[in-house]
């Protein structure tokens, strides 16, 4: 992997400049500043289930780097089955287990377990288990977190608050175009043969 993956523009600029988050390069070369992450209350799954909070900005690292830590109840499915064309994840399982399909193969990585998805292969997670986990998904070339925060918070908050149902034309809309800025490819399709084979919460 070249180190130009590593160096792409930290995300709200480029964003709201239009800027391609797969293709765009540091423009930056400032040195790194030390900052300290104080710990925080454990993450709760909350009511839907899935909840994600960042810890590190690409910005805060000149792009080179961010990190968002999730919660995923029990019997709970992750996201459709997907890939990213220009992404690599790097997942970090602080606890309970969490189960990784990548193509056919399915990986239980258990707390301490660390599971890389490069990118341009077809995957998903979820929790099989009787008990909620907690993980850290690690991102190096995109500011991923601002399409997780978009994806689940945004997106959801603009249809509750203009009477949208999820499946309303303006909403799919907006997920179509925030794919396509990241550079996936979902398999929607494919999400609910695993719910249903596994007996997991949508």
């Not at 930290?10 to 040195?31: K, Y």
């Not at 997920?175 to 398999?187: E, N, R, S, W």
Request: proline residues 9%.
């Amino acid at each position: 992997m070249e180190r130009r993956d590593f160096l792409v523009t930290s995300a709200l600029p480029g964003l709201l400049l239009g800027i391609n988050p797969t293709t765009a390069e540091a423009t930056s070369f400032d040195p790194l500043k030390p900052f300290y992450l104080p710990p925080m209350p454990p993450l709760e799954p909350g009511p839907r289930g899935l909840n994600i909070r960042t810890r590190v900005r690409q910005s805060q690292t000149n792009g080179q780097f961010s990190c968002v830590e999730f919660a995923l109840a029990a019997k709970k499915m992750g996201p459709a089955p997907h890939l990213h064309k220009a992404l690599d994840e790097l997942m970090y399982v602080v606890e309970g287990t969490i189960t990784v399909l990548v193509d056919q193969t399915e990986y239980q990585v258990q707390a301490g377990g660390w599971h890389l998805r490069p990118r341009g292969i077809v995957h998903t997670f979820w929790n099989a288990t009787d008990r909620p986990a907690v993980g850290i998904d690690c991102y190096f070339q995109q500011p991923f977190e601002d399409y997780l925060e978009a994806s689940t918070y945004t997106i959801p908050e603009y249809a509750r608050t203009h009477g949208l149902s999820m499946d309303a034309p303006d909403i799919q809309a907006k997920y179509k175009a925030l794919h396509q800025q990241f550079g996936m490819v979902g398999f929607p399709e494919k999400r609910q043969p695993i719910i249903d084979k596994y007996g997991l919460i949508a």
